[in-house]
T-cell receptor, first 113, second 114 residues
Framework: GAGVSQSPSNKVTEKGKDVELRCDPI?????LYWYRQSLGQGLEFLIY????????KSGLPSDRFSAERTGGSVSTLTIQRTQQEDSAVYLC???????????FGPGTRLLVL | GQNIDQPTEMTATEGAIVQINCTYQTSGFNGLFWYQQHAGEAPTFLSY????GLEEKGRFSSFLSRSKGYSYLLLKELQMKDSASYLCAVRDRFSGAGSYQLTFGKGTKLSVIP
């Protein structure tokens, strides 16, 4: 079946602009995660959604970052007033249940000029 | 918090065996994962260990010792296509607000040479 999909695959933006990144999880997966991978760094947890529960936002680096998940499926990560240090690959993952294996999407490569 | 260490780079010869080590420190261990990531691509799941011992899956095996905070990924009969980064990730039941987030090491870049 279809895996996790993300769009856009690449995004170049100017410092100060807002960006929206989209994630479509595997159908039926209840848990959805956002991670960030900066050059030379490990994947960094950002936010987690599980069903209708309140999301775990403990990994968001600043209040410029927010995310929502509509209808328990598609998720959007929004970065406001982008900074150059936001340049990274943003990866989305989903799992059937929260405690099960996470499967990753191809990521969105964000470059802030 | 967690601290996960793995070697930055390794090189091995096609057909050989390579072992990639991972050490971790965590307060509420709840599983260790290995992922493979080819350059420019998404991480793909390789293995999961939650109990001590060896899990074998074809050419890949993963070992866990919870008392030592140690895991390794063993790759046998190396092929050129195995050149990739290998990511060790730990799940901690006390991390975040009850979520099942993974904490990743920085990855080990494996180069397989002829």
């Amino acid at each position: 079946g279809a895996g996790v999909s993300q769009s856009p695959s690449n995004k170049v933006t100017e410092k100060g602009k807002d960006v929206e990144l989209r994630c479509d999880p595997i159908s039926g997966h209840t848990a959805l995660y956002w991670y960030r991978q900066s050059l030379g760094q490990g994947l960094e947890f950002l936010i987690y959604f599980q069903g209708n529960s309140a999301p775990d936002k403990s990994g968001l680096p600043s209040d410029r970052f927010s995310a929502e998940r509509t209808g328990g499926s598609v998720s959007t990560l929004t970065i406001q007033r982008t900074q150059q240090e936001d340049s990274a690959v943003y990866l989305c993952a989903s799992s059937l249940l929260a405690e099960e294996t996470q499967y990753f999407g191809p990521g969105t490569r964000l470059l802030v000029l | 918090g967690q601290n996960i260490d793995q070697p930055t780079e390794m090189t091995a010869t096609e057909g050989a065996i390579v072992q990639i080590n991972c050490t971790y420190q965590t307060s509420g261990f709840n599983g260790l994962f290995w992922y493979q990531q080819h350059a420019g691509e998404a991480p793909t799941f390789l293995s999961y260990n939650v109990l001590d011992g060896l899990e074998e899956k074809g050419r890949f095996s993963s070992f866990l010792s919870r008392s030592k905070g140690y895991s390794y990924l063993l790759l046998k009969e190396l092929q050129m296509k195995d050149s990739a980064s290998y990511l060790c990730a730990v799940r901690d039941r006390f991390s975040g607000a009850g979520s099942y987030q993974l904490t990743f090491g920085k990855g080990t870049k494996l180069s397989v040479i002829p």
